[in-house]
């Protein structure tokens, strides 16, 4: 299987994850008029179909080998396949929480909660099961990146008209920050203890975890959708043929994404800390595509424009403090 040898292609890999997590988006925003719990199903498909592609390539450029990917799924110990799979659940019940936070309390109040609460938890714990990269440099930039997201939501909340905080929203955002921070320690685990999963087989198996979790979790949701009026399986197969292209080419953007993201982390040279810290600069890549292709912020006022000036300059300190971490002793 494919793993980087040298720090200059795990971090492409890396750069390359976070471009792949803030792009994905643009997906659903192209499918206009498409309900987002019919556009998940397709989302799924692509994340299992890009985990199959990547497994019988570049996770098996040695058919031979321990560690070749249907070999390496076949000799791993269960319970590595395990955190896997509970991997993939919690990520999927964080992730669908995150959007219910979103459509609940608007970005402003769920994306520093959200993916703040997230960042922090995810790095402390992947940190903790493996202490790769210098300290203070990780941590150093999690904050800055930490603060720029709340520059983020700032700006967002100066162009948006949805300024309603409730309780419910809050609780949602938390509990998704949770779910999302979560997960990655499970990957972790998997691909570091006993007879480990390899990054290519991890990613497959927490594919297959958030299949599992979606046909149940999804479908509840359509028949009591956060908002608008419940949707029917019927509605999905009635879709046009190219909103459901456009869910299966998101679902192969963030899968092609979050793949380099555990491989990258797999590398001793990285480690998981540094790979999903600096995967969570997704959102400074969100926000240009708002900014400067969706035209989110046409008409915007000076405040909010000095909060984006000031996010931006806070995610390339922060990420660039992150990038530093595994290399700098």
């Known amino acids: 299987m494919f793993v980087p040898q040298v720090y200059a292609v795990a971090l492409a890999m890396m750069l390359t994850s976070m471009f792949c997590w803030g792009s994905w988006a643009n997906t659903q925003k192209a499918a206009k008029n498409w309900r987002f719990e019919l556009f998940y199903w397709d989302y799924v498909w692509g994340i299992l179909i890009v985990a199959v592609i990547l497994g019988v390539t570049l996770g098996r450029t040695n058919a031979a080998s321990p560690d070749s990917f249907l070999n390496n799924l076949a000799s791993a110990d269960g319970r590595n396949i395990v955190y896997a799979l509970v991997g993939g659940i919690i990520f999927n019940v964080g ?91 499970m990957i972790a685990k998997a691909i570091s203890t006993g007879n480990h999963l390899g990054p290519y087989t991890v990613f497959f198996v927490f594919a297959a975890g958030i299949l599992v979790c979606t046909i149940p979790v999804n479908y509840a949701l359509m028949r009591r959708p956060i908002s608008g009026a419940p949707v029917a399986l019927s509605d999905y197969w009635a879709g046009a043929g190219k909103l459901h292209v456009w869910g299966i080419l998101g679902g192969l953007i963030w899968g092609v994404g979050t793949n380099f993201n555990f491989v990258a982390s797999y590398a001793p040279i990285v480690g998981p800390a540094a790979s999903y810290a600096l995967g969570q600069g997704a959102t400074m890549i969100s926000a240009f595509w708002g900014v400067f292709v969706w035209k989110e912020f046409r008409g915007a006022g000076a405040q909010a424009r000095r909060y984006l000036a000031l996010m931006f300059i806070l995610f390339i300190a922060g990420l660039t403090l992150i990038a530093l971490a595994p290399v700098v002793k």
């Open 95 to 185: 992730n669908l929480l995150l959007v219910a936070a979103i459509e609940t309390a608007g970005l402003a109040v769920a994306f520093p909660i959200g993916i703040g609460l997230a960042l922090v938890i995810g790095a402390v714990l992947n940190y903790l099961v493996t202490p790769k990269g210098n300290p203070l440099l990780l941590f150093g930039g999690i904050a800055l990146v930490c603060l720029a997201i709340i520059f983020d939501a700032l700006a967002y909340r100066g162009i948006s008209k949805d300024t309603k905080v409730t309780a419910k929203g809050i609780v949602l955002s938390v509990l998704a920050g949770i779910g999302i921070g979560l997960f990655y320690p």
